[in-house]
């Protein structure tokens, strides 16, 4: 994209909607989005025991808990939550229905914003309210987490919305 831009990362167990907890969600999805354009760019399957191998299939998530991310309880030393980040790089804002207070506080530690949504919503939804955000003078926060083409955050002053 030669405009300034975000790239943002949706919780999805459906790949048509957000629909899923961020420890929970089968997969999620990336897209990068300027005012006029969206581009799908990725999708990360993973499963309770972390990411799945390319073309992971769908299996069953069975006990799954919101709670799970707060430590690694079957000793083997795999962190699901340091994972799931890992895979936020170079995003400038997460959307999901859910996720814990060490989640959020994690995700913004690695600059990316976290948006709880109240219930579930098509994606191409998602994608056209942060187009209309972007396009009539964008908020504050939302100013904060833009990109340049090359991906580094868009200072302030550079930005010409």
Request: aromatic content about 4%.
């Amino acid at each position: 994209m030669d405009t300034p831009h975000l790239r943002i990362a949706v919780t999805t167990n459906s790949l048509i909607k957000l629909d899923a907890n961020f420890v929970t969600a089968r997969q999620m999805v990336f897209y990068d989005i300027n005012r006029d354009e969206a581009d799908f760019i990725d999708v990360i399957p993973f499963s309770k025991s972390g990411r799945r191998p390319p073309g992971g299939g769908m299996g069953r998530l069975t006990g799954t808990c919101v709670m799970d991310d707060m430590e690694d309880d079957d000793g083997t030393g795999h962190d699901p939550l340091t994972e799931r980040i890992d895979s936020l790089k170079g995003c400038s804002i997460l959307f999901t229905l859910g996720m814990s207070d060490l989640a959020a506080v994690r995700i913004h530690e690695n600059q990316i914003f976290p948006v709880k949504s109240e219930r579930v919503r098509d994606i191409d939804e998602v994608v056209t309210s942060v187009q209309r955000l972007m396009g009539s003078g964008a908020p504050l926060w939302l100013r904060r987490v833009m990109r340049a083409p090359d991906g580094n955050r868009l200072p302030l002053d550079d930005q010409e919305l």
